[in-house]
């Protein structure tokens, strides 16, 4: 076996993941541009990720124009 058929697993930290998530959200109409965001609290349950998990995906989408 070569090593080029051996490649190592990626897992995407949960922020990555929440943010890959919800640019699909915004990208599919789910979020329309200006409407106001449920509280993360709320996205937090609706998605089911932590809320400091939600937080930082925001801040990252905000910093990226989303």
């Given at each position: 076996?070569?090593?080029?058929?051996?490649?190592?697993?990626?897992?995407?930290?949960?922020?990555?993941?929440?943010?890959?998530?919800?640019?699909?959200?915004?990208?599919?109409?789910?979020?329309?541009?200006?409407?106001?965001l449920p509280s993360e609290r709320d996205l937090a349950r609706q998605l089911q990720f932590s809320r400091p998990v939600v937080h930082e995906g925001l801040v990252d989408l905000a910093t990226k124009g989303l």
């Open positions: 076996m070569s090593e080029s058929t051996l490649k190592p697993i990626s897992v995407n930290s949960l922020k990555e993941e929440f943010i890959r998530r919800f640019e699909d959200l915004i990208l599919t109409g789910t979020f329309k541009v200006g409407e106001r």
